[in-house]
């Protein structure tokens, strides 16, 4: 899938708003297009009223990045800028791509977040559960390791 260069601009900018810096999680222009261009990945924009037809000139206020493998899919990155936090955004655009990733045969789904991610209650309210531990995985400016906590979603 070959995203329009507005749709990297909009992603690559509710990126920086929303990742922490001092986590490293947040990808550049290039890793985002890169992974669009080799296949089985799909995104999906969400705009601040919710809509998910993101047309020029509206903000853009969250994102998911996916790739899937046979019957799987990881969520590799997905936001929500602070600005349009705790108005439901979130589980609108989670619940669409999870929707789409049974829509498409997706039987599992997975993602990786690093400990102490205010994100864990929307992903536990979707039914995502803890299935591993990358110990140490993180790593803060100050020095300070964090784990990488692995998480499953079976869908029906």
């Known amino acids: 899938m070959i995203a329009p260069e ?17 986590y ?3 990808w550049n222009r290039r890793q985002v297009a890169d992974a669009l261009l080799l296949g089985r990945c799909r995104y999906g ?11 020029p000139g509206d903000e853009t206020a969250g994102f998911f990045l996916g790739r899937s ?8 990155l997905f936001a ?5 936090r705790r108005q439901g955004l979130g589980h609108r655009l989670l619940s669409r791509f999870i929707d789409e990733a049974r829509a498409n045969g997706i039987k599992r789904v997975f993602l990786e977040m690093r400990h102490g991610n205010p994100a864990m209650h929307l992903y536990t309210a979707h039914g995502f559960t803890p ?3 990358r110990r140490a995985y993180y790593r803060t400016p100050g020095g300070e390791r964090l784990d990488a906590i692995s998480q499953e979603l079976v869908l029906d």
């Open 6 to 22: 507005d749709d990297l601009d909009r992603i690559i900018s509710v990126m920086e708003r929303a990742f922490p810096p001092e």
């Open 24 to 26: 490293g999680e947040a």
């Open 45 to 55: 924009l969400i705009g601040a009223d919710g809509g998910s037809a993101v047309e």
């Open 69 to 76: 493998i046979l019957d799987e899919e990881e969520l590799l």
């Open 80 to 84: 929500i800028a602070p600005e349009y």
């Open 131 to 133: 299935v591993g531990i």
